[in-house]
């Protein structure tokens, strides 16, 4: 397909391009009348709706789809994703979903509760917002651990702190975010008063994907609704005693915003568990890995070691302690849940593993693999 054909293509809109066609073209033996479409909305057990070039669609995994992704619940498709299907013989306005084409990005964590297992966010996304709320819910440490799932994801994260109408002084709440985390941009919004939204939508152009992730509460939904005017997404008022925001989100979904922009919502987030992000956290904490560079022993734990330069860099103000404080925290979560994030054959050394194994093979299959926020 030539480059004006794939500028006048229906999904242009939506990102199509030469990169997403070749992905297409290479599925081996493609069934009749294969075409691509982005999933904008995921549903309950395994459905989603596409847009497709002749318009929206319900989409169901194949069976084939659903034997050989099983085992892996993030083989399946999430919002932003862009998939193969072929319409349903028979049923109007229905379709089949025969496979995911490669990600370029993923936002993940690891599933909420004591199972260790991938939950996919979102996918193919270019920005991710980590939103967090002036009204009490700014959390320094919460959103250094967003970052890190940023930038694991292969996205570019921004900090976007909101609700700058109901804090006194949100510009020295900037500054101390900054400081923890330099060189990702920190903005302070408001949608009610509109404050900061013009930075906001400066990332907002035609064919970029963007999400948004944080707490419940934080007023995802309303910078959504100023940035996509025709989106109407729903919100809620949070809890006076606690600053607590009720789940108004209850799926993640996909809108086109008029600058072009296709924006992702998701619902709230009690807790971010980061999955294998090992490598994302010396990324997110480069300055302390090269700090770290200069200690007269490579071997330094940075507490009470000659030549440390680390705890130098926290005496001369360089380093903020609290961001060392975070780093190590990170880096303990992640070796302490090595050994069960390698290959599941590491697991059958494990006494009882046959009994859990067969214990989960008993479940209904869509309630195996179906889980909500």
Known sequence: MDSSALANHPLAPYGWDSRWAAALAAIPSPPPGLEPARVVVEL???????????????????????????????????????????????????????????RRSRFCRQSAGGEQSQQLIAANIDVVFLVSGLDRNHNPKRIQRFLVAARDSGAEPVIVL?????????????????RLVPGVPVLVTSSQTRRGLK???????????????GSSGVGKSSLINRLARDAELPVGEVREKDAKGRHTTTRRELVLAPSGALII???????????????????????????????????????????????????????????????????AEQAAKAPSLRKPSAVASKPGWRKKADERSAKPFRHLHHRED
């Open 265 to 331: 919502d998701t619902p709230g987030m009690r807790e971010l568990q980061l999955w294998d992000a090992d490598e994302a956290v010396e990324i997110a904490y480069s300055d302390i890995v090269t700090i770290a560079l200069r200690c007269r022993f490579t071997s330094c734990l940075h507490e009470d070691e000659p030549g440390c330069a680390v705890r130098a860099a926290i005496a001369d103000g360089t380093l903020p302690v609290e961001r060392l404080a975070s780093y190590r925290k990170l880096k």
């Open 44 to 102: 309950r057990r395994h459905y989603y709706a596409v847009v497709t070039a002749s318009g929206e669609l319900l989409a169901e995994c194949t069976g084939k789809f659903h034997h050989d992704a099983q085992r892996e619940p993030a083989a399946f498709p999430a919002v932003g994703d862009w998939v193969a299907v072929t319409p349903s013989p028979g049923a109007e306005g229905r379709a089949q979903l025969h496979a995911v084409l490669p």
């Open 199 to 213: 930075l906001l939508g400066g990332h907002a152009t035609a064919g970029r994907t963007l999400a948004f992730v």
């Open 162 to 178: 909101n609700k700058a109408d109901l804090h006194d002084d949100p510009e020295s709440v900037r500054t101390e975010i900054q």
